[in-house]
C-alpha cells in the first residue's frame, strides 16, 4: 500500500502529522480526571467551532450517521411528522432513515444540484396551522452533488411561518470548513463527524443540541441506548462516558479544535474558498460543469464535476487509483456515472490540489477526453498566485 | 501526561507498539479494492478467534454496547420476552438496554460473584412451554466482579428444555482473552469490542451472527439504521461500509488477530491464565479474598478484590492514580467501595503483572491496611518462575 | 510547521510511511542477539543494493561525511597521494578532507555541468609508472550540479593504465536510486547515506570495502577510532557495535532494503528515470537548460536548472518556502545564484513530481521569469501518462 | 519482538511517548529557517542543562565515542600529554582513542569501583612544572562499574597545581541526570550522548566547549573533518550543517531539554536518587555489594551488582532476556562475570523500577543464589513509599 500521494476524497481528509500523533496514544484510564482533561476542552472546542455559546456537545464513538441517529432518536417519537428536501444522496438517507424509525417525513423532491428550498419549506410550515412538523431537516452541505445551502435562508422559512419545529441540520461535509453559525441560525441540532472539517480519522459523531433540543429529549420516546445523551451528559459530569469513550479520537479532536481556533474559524473558511477556488477555475478551464447549478450553491469543501453526455465519469476514479494512485470520489445515486468528485476540504495545500488537478487532467486525457493537459493547472495556478495566503503557516 | 507504567485496568488493555502503529494510519479511500484487503481478512480472523465456520461477523464504529444494541434491535420486536440473570454491573445494563427498547426481560437476580444460574434457566425455559421466550442473555465474564461463567452449559440449558430462544452472549471481556466457543456453543449472537483481547483502543463493537440469528434479523422489527446488519452485509459485498469506516481501527483489528492466531488461541487463553494466577496468588498471599465466590468462576482477564469490611477500597484506585500514576478499576454498582480490580488481559508479561501486584501492596499498606510489603509479589514470583512459558515471544 | 507538502531537496527525501514507523522503535538491547536480527539483516541488504557478493559492509551513526572519513582513514597515511577530479562542490569537499587529513591530492580541474574526465585520470595513471597514487576518487552523482559520471569508464581508466591504486567512490547520490555495480566496476569503497536512496533520516553513514580495501586498512595508517572499521567488525561479530549504534535507523534501514529489493533494483532505477524524465521534459518546455552540459550525464536524482543571465536562482528557493512551503535546493559554490535544484530522488510519485513542477512555474512567475503557467506540468504530464509504471504499487 | 516490558540497560534509556513522537517527524529542509527554530533552542537547552552560561555547544550525527573524539581531535597535537585515571571500560576506551591519535597518556591505575584520585592528579599536575600536560580526562559516572567521581575536587586540583591544562569530562551517563556543573567545576569539555539522561535514541554526540577550549582549538593539529568544531559553527550562524543534520533527533533533543527544564534540573536529579535508592535498597536486602566500594561515589544511574564468588553474574543477564524478556547490563571488562547492572537512568518510575527489581530476584533464584522472592521488592518499596515525590506528574 503506497501512502504517497494526498487524497482526494470528500471525506477522510488528509489527516495533519500533528493530529495522526496526538490520536496516536497509549491507554490512559477513561474514568480518571486525566480523560476529563481531553474530554471538556474537546467539547468546549467543538462548541466554538459551532460558533455558539451554549450548545450542549456529545461526542460519540460513532459516525455522522449516528450523529443523525442521535438527533432523531433522542428528540422524537412514532409516528412525529417531519419535513425534508431531498437534493442529493446524503438527505435521501436521513430521509431513509427517518422512516426506518417509523417517522412521517414531509419530502420536498429538489433537484440534484439545487439547494435547499427555503420558500417551499416557509409554504408548507405556513400551511402546517397545527404544527404537526416537529422538525426540519437540511443538509447544509451535500457531499454528492457538491451543493451548499442557504441555512440561514430555512431559519427565516421558519420564523416566517411563526412554526417551532426543531431545525436538524446535517453540517457533516460542511462543519468546520465551511461558515456555519449555530447559534445565529437557530439550529438546534448539528451533526457531523470527525473524518471532515476536524481532519481525523472517521470513529467520531460530533453533535451539537440546542436548549429546545434538550428540552424536545424529555418527550423524545423512539428507543434508544448508545445514542443517549442524557447518559452521555450524566457520565460527562463524572469525567466518563456510559461505556468506553475512544480516547485516542477525542485527544486528536481537542488538538484539531486548538489547530483550528488558532488558525481562526474565518481564516480556514477563507482558506477553503480559496482551495475551492483553484478547483473551479480548473473545471472551467476544462470546459466542464460542476454538478451545483448556480456559484451561490458552489460547495468550498467538494466539487462534483460533469462528464460529457455518454462517458462513465466512475471510469475516471477507476482510473485514477489504478495508474496513478489517487482518490477522487465517484458518483452517487441519481448522478452515478454522470460526476467525478473532487474533494477539497481539511488539511490541503494549493500545492497538493495542483497535483490533483494535474491527476485528473492526465485520466480524462487517458480515457479520451478532449482536455488539454495543463490546462486546468495554469488556470489554478494563475488563481493561486494571485490569492497567496498572509501566510502558509496558516495552513498547517 | 506520563505514560511509563502498564494501565492495570480491565480494558482498554496495554496496546502492543505493533498494534499501535497498524492502527496509525493515513486515509485511504474506504471505497477502494485497498480497504476490502483489510476488511475481509479482519473479519475471517474475527470468525476465527471467536471458534466459528459460518459466523457472519459485522464491525461497527462504536462500542459493545453498540454491539448488545445491534443484538437485539436487529433480531427481536417490541413486546418480545428475554431471559437474563443480573449478576454484575455489565448483566445489568444490558438488561436495562432491553427494557428501553420495549423488551419484556424475565431477570434472574444472581448473587454479585456468582456465575449464571443455569439450571434456573432450564427450569424457566422448561416452563416456556409456548416459547414466548425469543432470546436468552449471557455474560460470558462479568467484568465487575471478575467472574466467568459456563456458557456451554447455558447451551445445555436450552436444549435439555429443548427450547428454540437464540441465545446471546456478552463476550466483551472474554473474547481473545478466555476460551470462546461460537460454534460448539451454539451462539447465536456472540458481542465484543476491540479494546480488551484484541489489544485496541475503543472504537469497534465486533459481532458475530449465527445463520439462526440472521434468520431472526429478517422478523426482528425494533427500529434501526447505524446498527442496521443488512445495510452493513450489503456494503461488506461491495468492499464498503454504508458509512465512513473507522479504517485505521480495522487494520489493527487484522493485525491484531494475526498475532492472536500466530501465538495460537490456546497459548493466549494459557497466557491470560498464567498471569491471573499470578495475581491470585499474591490476593491470597495478602489474606484477602476475590468477589469471585469459587475457583471455578475466576475470570483470567479480571481479579475483583474484597477488602475488609469498613475499609472503602476505591481509595486504593484513587491513591494508586495520585502516588504511583497506576490506573486498577473501581468497584461499581452492588460492589462498590467493597473491592477493586486488577485487570490482566490483553498485552501484559508477568514482569508488568508484578509491578501492578508491588504498587497495589504500597497503596494496601500506605492507607493502612495489615498487608506485608512483598508478600503478594512473592507469591506470584514464586508462581511465574515455575510457570514459564514455552517462549516469551509467544507473549508479544 | 506544516508538513503537507513533499520536499524536493536532493535528500533527505520524503520517508515512506513504512519507513518512518520502522525507524520508530521502543528501546532494545543493543548488545543481544534481537539486535542482530536487524544489524546482519541490514547489512546484508545494503550488499544486494551495491551489486557485490562479498563487500564488508560497514555502518555509522554518521552520515555520507562519515563515510569519506572512514574511507580515506581506514586505508590511507599520511603523504598518500590521491587522484580526484573537482567538478562540483561535494567533490571538492572531498578533496578538501583528503588535504586536512594530510594526503596529497592531485586535482583534475572539471567544468561543473561535466562528468568525471576518465580519460585525463588515465593519462595520469598511466603516466604514475612508480605508483605513488594510492587512491582515485570518483564522485559517482554530483548532488551540486546533477551530474552522473560514469565510474566503470574510470574503472577501465584505472585497468588501461595496468594501475593499482584503489578506486574509492561517492555514491551518496546515486546508490539505491541509481545503476551501481560494487564488484562489476570494481569500486574498492562505496560510501553513501542513509537519507537518499533508502529513503530514511540523515543519521547513517553507509560503506562497503572491497577485500583489497580492506587489506589496505592493516597499513592506513591515519589516526581514527570513531571511524575505524577493525572495531567496527569486531563488534559486528558479537551482534554488536564498538559504542550505541542507532537501532531504530538501522531497523529502517533494514526494511528498506527490503522495499527496494523486494521492487526490484532495476524497478526502482527505471522508476528514478521516469520521474527525472518528466522533470527534464518540463525544464525543456520552459526553455531552461540543466547544469549538466549533456544528456548522458543527466542525473536521475536531481536536476539543476540554470535560469537566465542576471536573475538570482536562489530567489526560486527563497520564495516557494515563503508563499508555497516548498522546499527546493539552491545551487552550491561555482553555480550558486546561478541554478536551483528539483532533488527528484526516493519515495516520489509522477503526482507528487507535477505538484513540484507546478509550484517552480508559479514562482518563476511570480519572480518575473517568461514562463508559461501549465507549460512544464503539461510537459511532464505528457511523459507521465505514456511512460506508465506496470503497476503503481511498484512505487510504494 | 516484544516491546512490553521496561529496559534496565544503563542507556539507552527507555524513551517517553512525547521524545518518540518528537523524533518521529516528516522531512523538512535542513537548510531553511525552520531547522534553525529547531537548532538553536536545541543547543540552547542543552547549555542550561549543562549550568553553563556560555559554553560552545556542538551536536554531532554521532554518539558519545564520536564527542570524544571531538574533544581531543579539535584541541590537541600528536604528541601532547594527557593524564587519566583508569578505573573502568569507559575511561580504558578514551585512553586507548587518545593513543590511537598519538597522544602520550599518563595513565593512573585505580581500582574499578573507585573513583578517579583527584589527590593523585594534583600530585602528577604539582610536579608538572612545565605544564607539558595539555588535558586532564575525568570520566564523570563510569558506567561500568556505577561510579561517580567528584569533578570538582579535579578542578580542585588542577587550581591547587596552578595548572593550565584542559579539563575533558565524559558526562555521556551523568549529564541530564545527575548534578553536573559546566561552568562553577571549571569544566572544559563536557561530552556527552542522546541516549541516556536525555532519554532519546542513540545518534548524537553531544559537546560543549569551554572559552579556553575554543581558543585551544586553533593550535590543535590533529586530523578532523566531520567532527571539526569550526565547520559545524560556521554552519550553525547560517541555521545550517557542514552536512545533513540528524532533524528529527535534534527535535527530540530539544524537546528533551524542554522537559528536563520544565522539571527542573534538580528534581530530575532528586528522581534518578530516589530510584537509585530503591535499587540500592534491593540490593542490601539481596545481602549483596555493589561495584562501587563506598556511598559517595554509588551512581545514580547505574548499579553494577556483585554476585558471589564462583557465580557467572553474565548468566543473570542471559536468562532474564530468554525467560523474562528483561534487559539488564553485564559485567564489562575487568569486572565481567563478577557483576550485573541495573540501570535506572533517564525515563523510569518506582513502578518500573520495582518490575526490574522483581525479575532480578527470579532470575537470581532460578539460577541458584540464596534469594528470598520478595525481598528486594520490599525494601525498594519501603522506600519508595516513604519517600514519594511531590507529584508523580514530574515524574513524565
Not at 481556533?261 to 466542464?288: K, M, P, Q, S, Y
Not at 460533469?306 to 482510473?319: K, L, S
Request: proline share 4%; net charge negative; hydrophobic share 40%.
Amino acid at each position: 500500500m503506497s501512502f504517497q500521494n494526498p487524497v482526494f476524497i470528500p471525506g477522510p481528509t488528509n489527516i495533519p502529522e500533528h493530529l495522526r500523533k496526538a490520536c496516536d496514544m497509549p491507554t490512559i484510564d477513561h474514568r480518571s480526571p486525566l480523560f476529563g482533561q481531553i474530554l471538556h476542552p474537546a467539547r468546549e472546542g467543538v462548541r466554538k467551532v459551532l460558533k455558539s455559546d451554549n450548545a450542549e456537545v456529545f461526542i460519540f464513538p460513532s459516525t455522522g450517521t449516528g450523529g443523525w441517529e442521535t438527533a432523531l432518536t433522542n428528540t422524537l417519537s412514532a409516528g412525529d411528522k417531519i419535513l425534508a428536501a431531498r437534493n442529493g444522496m446524503f438527505s435521501h438517507r436521513w430521509i431513509d432513515m427517518c422512516q426506518r424509525h417509523e417517522l412521517n417525513v414531509e419530502i420536498v423532491e429538489t433537484q440534484w444540484g439545487d439547494g435547499l428550498p427555503a420558500d417551499r419549506y416557509e409554504e408548507i410550515l405556513t400551511a402546517d396551522k397545527s404544527h404537526e412538523i416537529k422538525a426540519v431537516l437540511a443538509t447544509h452541505n451535500e457531499t454528492a452533488t457538491g451543493v451548499k445551502s442557504d441555512i440561514a435562508a430555512v431559519r427565516r422559512a421558519l420564523d416566517a411561518a411563526g412554526h417551532p419545529a426543531l431545525l436538524f441540520v446535517d453540517g457533516v461535509s460542511s462543519i468546520a470548513s465551511m461558515d456555519f453559525r449555530f447559534d445565529e441560525w437557530g439550529v438546534d441540532v448539528a451533526v457531523t463527524g470527525s473524518q471532515k472539517g476536524f481532519m481525523l480519522s472517521a470513529g467520531l459523531a460530533i453533535v451539537g443540541f440546542s436548549a429546545k433540543a434538550m428540552e424536545a429529549t424529555k418527550t423524545g420516546s423512539l428507543p434508544r441506548t448508545f445514542f443517549d445523551v442524557h447518559d452521555m451528559a450524566k457520565g460527562y459530569a463524572n469525567n466518563a462516558y456510559p461505556y468506553t469513550p475512544a480516547v485516542g479520537l477525542l485527544n486528536g479532536l481537542n488538538e484539531s479544535c486548538k489547530m483550528l481556533l488558532d488558525e481562526g474559524l474565518e481564516n480556514v473558511f477563507a482558506r477553503h474558498t480559496r482551495i475551492a477556488e483553484g478547483v473551479r477555475a480548473a473545471v472551467g478551464a476544462w470546459g466542464l460543469d460542476l454538478c451545483a447549478t448556480s456559484p451561490d450553491v458552489y460547495s468550498d469543501t467538494v466539487s462534483a464535476i460533469r462528464t460529457p453526455e455518454g462517458f462513465n465519469a466512475t471510469d475516471i476514479v477507476t482510473h485514477a487509483a489504478d495508474k496513478y494512485g489517487v482518490a477522487f470520489g465517484v458518483g452517487l445515486g441519481e448522478v452515478a456515472g454522470k460526476v467525478f468528485r473532487i474533494g477539497h476540504l481539511g488539511s490541503l495545500t494549493d500545492v497538493m490540489a495542483l497535483s490533483g488537478i494535474a491527476t485528473a487532467e492526465m485520466c480524462m486525457a487517458d480515457l479520451g477526453l478532449d482536455i488539454q493537459l495543463g490546462s486546468g493547472v495554469a488556470a489554478a495556478q494563475d488563481y493561486y498566485r494571485g490569492h497567496a495566503l498572509a501566510s502558509q503557516k496558516d495552513a498547517a
